[in-house]
């Protein structure tokens, strides 16, 4: 039998994880069973923003294992760890960091982008470890020498670096190390934001997966719906509404009636965000059953993480062999 295909994906653990990214977690669940997957919490990524604020750091990675593992992730098929627990990430990106030529990082167009976003909200994230983002991401990824790495569009110039660094190491190295990885897209349909607008920290227009059936009620109450209803009567236009798009991910079977009733002027918007949180509570409680077993046992969640730990460290030991022979240092 050939070995599997290794696969890696990571998000950064900068908060709790929210219903959109629910969606991409249960793709990431649907590629174990096609690759060896390694997923990760990216917390040095973290700090590359967040150097200042670093207080709920350790719970938040905590939570965004919890999170992974009750969105879909089966710990017994997926390697799920930590990226600050295997050093070697670490030293791939100092080994890196020799041959990479300023300018292509400096060029990445998230960087300006980001940038100038923190210096509106008064903040200057200009340091070397912001800088050097794209660069640990490649390393991150080549670390597991994957085919593939899955990600979303706003990700891919950094997969486009990555592709030019392999170039450059076997060129300048002489070697064959890293297959230069292709994106993988998921081709699953994005959610909005609770406000219609892409769904952002800083617009707080999103729902947590640990929020309580109160918090979403809560939440989709607070939902601005088509603004020229006023009364129950008033003919609607879902087309424009938040709360009927979300009706299309949680409540497919409903959506269409829905769509008529708004229109005819026969539902009240009330009794439709009433309908879409009884939807989105059946869909997150099987959730918290799942997060509640892993709160209840944290000697459970750190055995599962020190799995993964150990199964990343075995590959990027090995890589390491690799690169150091390659450089002969
Ligand atoms: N930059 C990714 C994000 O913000 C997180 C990340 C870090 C990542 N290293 C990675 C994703 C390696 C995929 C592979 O979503
Ligand atoms: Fe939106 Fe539903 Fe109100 Fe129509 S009835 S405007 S779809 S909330």
Redo the contacts with the bound molecule.
């Keep these: 039998m050939t070995e599997k295909q290794r696969m890696?994906?990571?998000?950064?653990p900068t908060g709790r994880l929210h219903l959109g990214h629910q969606r991409v977690i249960a793709k990431w669940a649907e590629l174990s069973d096609l690759y060896e997957c390694y997923f990760f919490t990216?917390d040095w990524?973290a700090i590359t923003t967040q150097f200042d604020d670093t207080g709920s750091l350790r719970e938040n990675k905590r939570q965004v294992v919890i999170d992974y593992i009750s969105a879909g992730l089966d710990p017994t098929k997926v390697h799920i760890f930590h990226q600050s627990d295997v050093k070697e990430h670490a030293e791939l990106h100092l080994l890196f960091s020799m041959i990479t030529p300023l300018s292509w990082l400096e060029r990445v167009p998230t960087y300006k982008g980001q940038l100038a976003a923190f210096k509106e909200k008064g903040k200057d994230i200009a340091t070397y470890g912001f800088l050097g983002y794209p660069l640990l991401?490649a390393s991150?990824?080549l670390m597991y020498r994957p085919v593939g790495?899955p990600?979303g569009t706003d990700?891919m110039p950094?997969v486009e670096f990555c592709r030019e660094l392999v170039r450059r190491f076997h060129h300048l190295y002489e070697c064959e190390i890293f297959p230069e990885p292709a994106p993988i897209f998921s081709n699953i349909e994005i959610l909005p934001g609770l406000d219609n607008r892409k769904m952002s920290k800083s617009y707080d227009n999103f729902i947590n997966l640990s929020a309580t059936s109160a918090e979403v009620k809560e939440k989709v109450w607070q939902m601005v719906t088509d603004p020229s209803r006023i009364r129950k009567t008033d003919p609607g236009h879902p087309d424009i509404c938040a709360v009927y798009a979300y009706q299309g991910f949680f409540n497919k079977e409903e959506q269409a009636e829905i769509c008529q009733n708004c229109r005819a002027g026969s539902i009240g918007c009330g009794e439709c965000k009433k309908r879409l949180t009884e939807k989105i509570n059946a869909f997150l409680d099987p959730m918290r059953e799942k997060r509640a077993q892993l709160e209840a046992d944290p000697a459970l969640l750190d055995d599962i993480i020190a799995t993964g730990n150990a199964a990343a460290r075995r590959v990027a030991c090995e890589t390491m062999e690799l690169v150091r022979d390659a450089i002969r240092i």
């Design positions: 890696l994906s990571g998000m950064r990216a990524h991401m991150d990824i790495v990600v990700q950094h």
